[in-house]
């Protein structure tokens, strides 16, 4: 019995301190993309890419690619903006735990096991601003399908730094029917190789 009430205070103990290091850092993310209408862009350009997807009127669907470039450049430069004022961030606060679970502190009893968010956002701001730029050519619905994905995984990031890798994947997969090797697969192979040499430290 003792054992099962000890069992019951570290699992209270763990997620309540969880759930405080977890509010601290929605509050600091937040406080910064408060600041920009970056998710509302991105709403309006995944609904804008599928509007236009499924256009069958030439002169209407040339339209709706016309509007989403000033979208997408809208969004690009807010990112870019937000990337670079959270590169002043304490790096102490912007250590991220690559552990699957969320444990508490657990990005400063294991330090190696972590990435920094402000190199991730540096790196998630580079490749948005790479496929705007369509520095790889691609036809309009492949650049639609590559952006796409790099704000995916740009979002799953958020949701990590917020929460853990497996909260953040299983919203991903909830939210946008796409799981986090999908997208990252998806994105421009130089977010793809910065990311993953972040993540392996």
Request: aromatic letters at 8%; proline letters at 2%.
């Amino acid at each position: 019995m003792d054992i099962l009430f000890l069992a019951i205070l570290i699992a209270t103990g763990i997620f309540v301190l969880n759930a405080k290091q977890q509010r601290q850092r929605i509050v600091l993310l937040a406080g910064f993309l408060g600041n920009y209408q970056i998710e509302k862009l991105m709403e309006n350009l995944t609904e804008g890419y599928l509007r236009a997807l499924g256009e069958s009127n030439p002169e209407r669907r040339e339209q709706v690619w016309s509007l989403l470039r000033t979208t997408e450049l809208q969004l690009s430069e807010q990112f870019t903006r937000f990337a670079t004022e959270f590169a002043r961030v304490d790096p102490e606060l912007t250590r991220v735990s690559t552990l699957a679970l969320a444990l508490p502190f657990a990005d400063q009893w294991l330090p190696r096991a972590t990435f920094d968010m402000r190199k991730a956002l540096a790196i998630h701001a580079q490749g948005i601003e790479r496929v705007v730029r369509n520095d790889a050519g691609l036809s309009l619905r492949d650049k639609a399908f590559t952006l796409s994905a790099e704000l995916f995984l740009m979002q799953h990031t958020c949701h990590w730094f917020c929460k853990s890798k497996t909260i953040a994947s299983a919203r991903l997969l909830a939210r946008h029917q796409t799981p986090y090797e999908q997208v990252l697969a998806s994105v421009d192979s130089e977010t793809r190789n910065a990311y993953r040499a972040l993540l392996r430290g």
